[in-house]
């Protein structure tokens, strides 16, 4: 049985996927590809996912449009922070990330460090990305 979180992170994956607007029958029809889900439900789900503020809406027709407020991307970042936000030591919560990251994702963190002026343009990750 999925719980409802897994049925929101879907509709906001079609959503992302799409990069643009859907109706809550595209959505329902695209997952009933994979598996069954009640139409009442994907929209209850949306209009959960809307008042929380993941989702805005405007009508077409008969129908609710729906769209993302934010990118995937924005959304992940926030969910970072507010995961760190957690923690009271903020610097042991780093480490521990950093210490299990793949060699790309160190590249790509000091990447994002530097585009951000929060490390000089000359710097290199460690050898080994650890």
Do not use: C
């Not at 889900?37 to 027709?61: F, P, S, W």
């Not at 969910?79 to 790309?104: N, W």
């Amino acid at each position: 049985m999925r719980r409802r979180g897994d049925l929101e992170a879907e509709i906001m994956d079609r959503l992302w996927r799409w990069g643009r607007p859907g109706t809550v029958r595209e959505i329902v029809d695209d997952i009933n590809l994979t598996r069954p889900v009640a139409y009442t439900t994907v929209m209850t789900v949306a209009d959960i996912l809307h008042r929380k503020g993941m989702l805005r809406r405007e009508k077409a027709g008969r129908a609710w449009l729906y769209e993302a407020r934010r990118s995937r991307e924005e959304n992940t970042a926030s969910l970072m922070q507010e995961a760190l936000g957690s923690t009271e030591d903020r610097q042991a919560a780093l480490q521990r990330f950093v210490e299990h990251m793949p060699p790309e994702d160190v590249s790509a963190l000091a990447a994002a460090l530097r585009a951000a002026g929060h490390m000089p343009a000359d710097a290199r990750p460690p050898e080994g990305g650890r």
